[in-house]
């Protein structure tokens, strides 16, 4: 920053305001921290160090008194603001989120143009402990992972080795095919220290820098020609858990592909060893290739491993052959004294294993992981590198596995003793490691709640028809009744008037037989 405009900026910062308006930068910052719930009201006049136009409508200036990020509501605000500008800034500084409060600028006014100030050379230590907050900084280090932020897709982040420390750099100009060519190059960041809850949607803790112009990257050393001129991963556990080991760099490792966990995650042998590399992409190679990777150096505490790792084929290496052993749930689980306890020597070795099918994947899944049921254990089974595997296979049946024993473990982190072992899978190679010794029983629970409610809908059935026949028959016995009754009413009353008739033609017999003949022919 030149000498005018930084003496123009503090003499602007003096000027005494009787309205109770915020004017310097340390005066925002005072309140930004204060976690104040009611919004306060800024004036300030200082110089721009970042542009606005950045993805994050945001931007840093500088006073004499400090720096600070400035948010912006309006778009039309963030126009013609470029580093080195002297503005004055007015707004609300406003409660936003985790009692923390942001300067929103309402108008912003360029007072005078002027040159792109001049970054601090920083170290990381100094960058990690807030020592440089919101300023314009260069940083020097190597590069040791790329990639594109899969939350946000404007940001591309930078992993820096800076001694012993490790460094994140973030910029929303960089293209991820970039990145990926600056991986083991040495480079100078220039860039403004941010907080990494202000960088993006993510809410982390600690300090970043972010770096504006793609230009702002210059490459000091170029990266190894290849990629895989790297050191080798042995040698390295005493090393990789020391509080000082925080940069290490990528390192390679050469081994054959025992299993594969997944698309990104393999278990290799090596010459002395088990690896677990966790791939950054690429498509995994088939087991029992040969390979060579290399990544980002880790541990489980059992073993040491690679993250965001590439790899490319190798020339065979002469490794024992590893011969599969017979194991009980019980001896991989539990002690002798039957307490949890997972048997870590196992790990990466072929076992051998009986138990019933207890669930099989869904299809839509497609990641081939069943359980087995074996000395009232549930075993994870992975099949996801032999899904043909599953083909036949039903629930309830009893069947060997043979597989690659792996064991889910976390890496070590400085805040863990030690990292925990999650769970136990038997890894399938081929289709060939399942072998069927009792199919599934036709009774299996579907079926058979199948065959339940079709014994209820015949039973509801035959409830129901006995039901409309004894209704049929009560209706058929009320209309024998009602003719019944009908028929013996008619003929009584028909018996009485021939009787009538009778006597009427007997009265008159003597003194008039015609009439006697009428009455009896009626």
């Keep these: 920053m030149s000498l005018p405009i930084i003496l123009i900026a503090a003499l602007l910062a003096s000027i005494p305001t009787t309205d109770g308006k915020i004017t310097t930068v340390a005066e925002l910052t005072k309140a930004a921290y204060a976690g104040v719930r009611h919004p306060q009201p800024f004036d300030i006049r200082a110089t721009a160090l970042t542009r606005a136009d950045n993805g994050m409508n945001a931007f840093i200036v500088k006073d004499a008194s400090g720096a600070i990020t400035i948010r912006i509501r309006e778009p039309r605000l963030n126009q013609d603001i470029n580093p080195g500008d002297m503005l004055h800034i007015k707004g609300l500084a406003e409660f936003e989120f985790n009692d923390f409060v942001s300067p929103f600028a309402e108008s912003i006014v360029v007072l005078q143009h002027g040159k792109r100030p001049e970054p601090l050379d920083a170290t990381a230590t100094e960058i990690l402990s807030g020592r440089h907050t919101d300023e314009l900084v260069r940083i020097v280090g190597t590069v040791v992972d790329g990639f594109q932020d899969e939350v946000d897709p404007r940001f ?90 925080n940069g290490l760099r990528r390192r390679r490792i050469c081994g054959r592909v025992i299993a594969v966990i997944s698309r990104s995650t393999l278990l290799l042998q090596t010459e002395d060893d088990f690896s677990t590399v966790v791939l950054a992409g690429d498509e995994p190679p088939a087991c029992g290739e040969t390979v060579e990777a290399v990544g980002l150096p880790e541990t489980d505490f059992y073993h040491l491993n690679l993250s965001r790792a590439i790899w490319r084929k190798a020339k065979p290496l002469a490794l024992p052959e590893l011969q599969p052993k017979t194991r009980t749930a019980a001896q991989l689980l539990t002690d002798d004294q039957g307490r ?145 009754a009908e028929l013996h009413d008619s003929l009584a009353q028909n018996l009485t008037g021939v009787s009538l008739q009778i006597d009427t033609a007997v009265r008159v017999s003597e003194s008039d037989p015609a009439a006697m003949q009428a009455h009896l022919d009626t």
């Excluded at 820096?160 to 960041?189: F, I, Q, Y």
């Excluded at 000395?375 to 032999?386: E, Q």
């Design 156 to 245: 591309v982040f930078l992993t820096l080795s800076c001694g012993h420390e490790v460094l994140t750099v973030a910029s929303e100009r960089l293209k991820p095919e970039v990145a990926d060519k600056l991986v083991n190059a040495t480079v100078a960041c220039v860039g403004t220290v941010s907080h990494y809850r202000d960088i993006g949607p993510r809410r982390r803790l600690g300090f970043e820098v972010h770096v504006s112009d793609k230009n702002d990257i210059p490459v000091l050393r170029a990266p190894p020609a290849d990629p895989f001129e790297v050191p080798e991963l042995k040698g390295l556990i005493h090393d990789i858990t020391h509080p000082g080991a």
């Design 340 to 484: 949890r306890k997972f048997d870590i020597r196992s790990h990466g070795h072929i076992v051998r294993i009986v138990g019933t099918v207890r669930d099989l994947p869904a299809p839509a899944n497609g990641n081939g992981i069943f359980n087995i049921l074996s000395d009232g254990f549930l075993i994870p089974v992975n099949a996801s590198a032999a899904l043909d595997a599953l083909e036949g296979l039903g629930v309830g049946a009893e069947i060997e596995v043979t597989g690659v024993c792996f064991m889910v473990t976390e890496n070590w982190r400085p805040q863990a003793p030690f990292p925990h072992i999650r769970e136990m899978e038997i890894v399938l190679r081929t289709a060939s490691d399942i072998r069927v010794l009792r199919s599934a029983p036709w009774w299996t629970p579907g079926r058979l709640l199948v065959v339940i409610g079709l014994l209820f809908a015949a039973t509801l059935g035959l409830f129901f028809r006995n039901r409309l026949q004894k209704r049929i028959a009560r209706l058929k016995m009320a209309d024998r009744t009602r003719l019944a």
